[in-house]
Antibody
Framework: QVQLVESGGGVVQPGRSLRLSCTASRLTFRNYGMHWVRQAPGKGLEWVGIIYYDGSNKYYADSVKGRFAISRDNSKNTLYLQMNSLRAEDTALYYC???????????WGQGTLVSVSS | QSALTQPPSVSGSPGQSVTISCTGTSSDVGTYNRVSWYQQPPGTAPKLMIYEVSNRPSGVPDRFSGSKSGNTASLTISGLQAEDEADYYCSSYTISSTFVFGTGTKVTVL
């Protein structure tokens, strides 16, 4: 069964940076586009961004554009989310998910929690 | 990038049918058949239930069905069961090459 494991979450002060990782197993990682999706406590799902299978294209939600950056290392089966200039409203559970045909998210991790607080 | 609009909650008795609407715009739902639906029981990760408007992944019961008309997509759960109680979210690809989720709907089995 495909496994996606997020890590790197924690408590961080406003204005600081944090890098999340998502390690994939039991799938050919280099063939999949990858998404980050977040969910604030008690709130709905919010799409954060996507990176294509080869890293050639990246797109972001307006709420994180210019502050967050997605990257990947296909040799390590790992996806990253670099989060800079963090704000209280970035507090959320961050999920990684695989992309299928720029259409839907078929596999999801269990999420890593980011809390931005002074 | 406004969220797609879903009703906050729907409810039904076991065996009944419920339908959840997902209203977008001509920039997302109305232009693409890339609408998908996700089930999220409390404390768990989302699970894909419907993709590309009306397709069910392997393992999803045929009680779940999807459709679309214009800027509105719908998810119908027929023969409602207690295990269907969860939050449900729609999602769509957009003309900006981004994705957007719905506001979410809590399904309660009475």
């Amino acid at each position: 069964q495909v496994q996606l494991v997020e890590s790197g979450g924690g408590v961080v002060q406003p204005g600081r940076s944090l890098r999340l990782s998502c390690t994939a197993s039991r799938l050919t990682f280099r063939n999949y586009g990858m998404h980050w999706v977040r969910q604030a406590p008690g709130k709905g799902l919010e799409w954060v961004g996507i990176i294509y299978y080869d890293g050639s294209n990246k797109y972001y939600a307006d709420s994180v554009k210019g502050r967050f950056a997605i990257s990947r290392d296909n040799s390590k089966n790992t996806l990253y989310l670099q989060m800079n200039s963090l704000r209280a409203e970035d507090t959320a559970l961050y999920y990684c998910a695989t992309d299928r045909a720029l259409s839907y998210f078929d596999y999801w991790g269990q999420g890593t929690l980011v809390s931005v607080s002074s | 990038q406004s969220a797609l609009t879903q009703p906050p909650s729907v409810s039904g008795s076991p065996g009944q049918s419920v339908t959840i609407s997902c209203t977008g715009t001509s920039s997302d739902v109305g232009t693409y058949n890339r609408v998908s639906w996700y089930q999220q029981p409390p404390g768990t990760a989302p699970k894909l239930m419907i993709y590309e408007v009306s397709n069910r992944p392997s393992g999803v019961p045929d009680r779940f069905s999807g459709s679309k008309s214009g800027n509105t997509a719908s998810l119908t759960i027929s023969g409602l069961q207690a295990e269907d109680e969860a939050d449900y979210y729609c999602s769509s690809y957009t003309i900006s090459s981004t994705f957007v989720f719905g506001t979410g709907t809590k399904v309660t089995v009475l």
